[in-house]
């Protein structure tokens, strides 16, 4: 088999992530753009490829890392994250369920049939209000082709349509403290996220988060693989098929706020604070 070239693997990556950046209107000149970092593969390179393309598209970066309590999985992906910015030279601001929710995710994981469920929600939460706390324009994640394609087979699989609304490489302004998502990796394959880091001996987190094995999310992962270990391109091609059926005007959902935290929410009380009730009301671990 022909060894890889660096460069042009490099260059050709770039170039996927730039034309994403330019087609879709990612980020607008002067604005400040704030990315999860979890030093992971994904955010580490989404990181990478934003503080290269900076000057060429004008705009500002800050690094945001998010500590779910995971114990002996995310204090080495958070290590990584440190070590990444400051080499990238970007500024990174920590937060943590702890701090912010009172509780790890491993205090909560056995309440839930997937600690996913209540990772996701935190998670999000916390990205949002810290990226607005920031002034960010936009918040960027490291979503890849395969995460994509994951998320929106798991929705058609639960019918659950609303949910096509998020996907896309970006998400529009609905709300002034609901920063809009962009997604630079969106044509990038994961196989190839794995690979730029290997190729460039790219300090990253590779470890599985102890949860994962659970999730709906995993079990999807597996079976697009083995599809396309058979049949190569089917991701795709159902990446493509998606983007030709459903084009339809985006609803706007109506925003307001959580009568609880004050957070942008589509319901009278955010999920979060739902959640947090929900836990205290289970369990005495916030009582
Ligand atoms: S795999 Fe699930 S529990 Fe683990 S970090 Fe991701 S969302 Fe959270
Ligand atoms: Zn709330």
Redesign the pocket.
């Known amino acids: 088999m022909k060894a890889l070239d660096p460069e042009n693997f490099n260059r050709h990556i770039e170039e996927r992530a730039k034309s994403v950046i330019k087609d879709y209107k990612l980020i607008e000149p002067g604005e400040k753009v704030a990315v999860g970092l979890s030093g992971g593969k994904d955010s580490v390179l989404t990181c990478y490829l934003l503080s290269k393309f900076r000057e060429d598209f004008d705009f500002d970066l800050v690094a945001v890392s998010v500590d779910?309590g995971?114990s002996g999985y995310r204090s080495n992906g958070i290590t990584a994250a440190r070590k990444n910015a400051a080499a990238l030279d970007v500024e990174l601001v920590e937060v943590s369920f702890k701090d912010e929710f009172g509780l790890r995710?491993d205090d909560i994981s056995s309440l839930y049939r997937s600690?996913?469920i209540p990772?996701?929600v935190f998670r999000r939460y916390l990205l949002n209000k810290t990226a607005c706390s920031l002034s960010a324009d936009k918040l960027a994640t490291g979503h890849n082709l395969d995460d994509e394609i994951q998320s929106f087979l798991m929705s058609f699989a639960r019918a659950d349509f609303r949910r096509f609304t998020k996907f896309g490489p970006k998400l529009d302004k609905i709300h002034p403290r609901l920063i809009p998502r962009i997604k630079p990796l969106w044509k990038i394959p994961e196989r190839d996220v794995g690979i730029w880091a290997v190729l460039n001996n790219v300090d990253v987190h590779f470890a599985e988060?102890p949860?994962?094995y659970k999730?709906l999310r995993a079990k999807m992962k597996d079976h697009l693989n083995r599809l396309e270990g058979k049949r190569p391109g089917t991701k795709l091609a159902i990446l493509e098929s998606f983007n030709k059926t459903f084009k339809f005007d985006k609803p706007t959902p109506e925003i307001g706020e959580c009568e609880r935290c004050g957070e942008p929410s589509s319901l009278r009380v955010c999920k979060a604070c739902e959640m947090l009730e929900d836990i205290k009301a289970r369990d005495d671990i916030l009582k």
């Open positions: 779910e995971i995710l600690s996913c990772c996701g988060c949860y994962s999730s």
